[in-house]
């Protein structure tokens, strides 16, 4: 199995930018297509964005469409979500997670999670 580590996370203001990164050990990351999902208080996990093995495809959820940009980097091993423009209700805990088979929106297709990040955007 893969291990999965996010950093990155922490107090922005809204309308700046962060970089969170999702370091993978124990596999190869390029083996696995990679998702980042986010869960605000009181709220369940939702979709954010996705990328195939060789990061030549990509989706994203409407609401992060235009502000954020999901990349990989296979000689270190590590994906990355680079978040734009951010607004208060990006607020939230963001996770990265890792499937053995396609890109996908919804939880159950990914069978990796890290430990999640904290992201608060303040105004």
């Known amino acids: 199995q893969v291990q999965l580590v996010e950093s990155g996370g922490g107090l922005v203001q809204a309308g700046g930018s962060l970089r969170l990164s999702c370091a993978a050990s124990g596999r190869t990351l390029s083996n696995y297509a990679m998702g980042w999902f986010r869960q605000a208080p009181g709220k369940e996990r939702e979709f954010v964005a996705a990328i195939t093995r060789s990061g030549g495809s990509t989706i994203y959820a409407s609401s992060v469409k235009g502000r954020f940009t999901i990349s990989r980097d296979g000689a270190k091993n590590t994906g990355y979500l680079q978040m734009n423009s951010l607004k208060l209700e990006d607020t939230a805990v963001y996770y990265c997670?890792?499937?053995?088979?396609?890109?996908?929106?919804?939880?159950?297709?990914?069978?990796?999670w890290g430990q999640g990040t904290q992201v608060t955007v303040s105004s």
């Open positions: 997670a890792a499937s053995q088979f396609s890109i996908a929106s919804t939880v159950r297709n990914y069978n990796s």
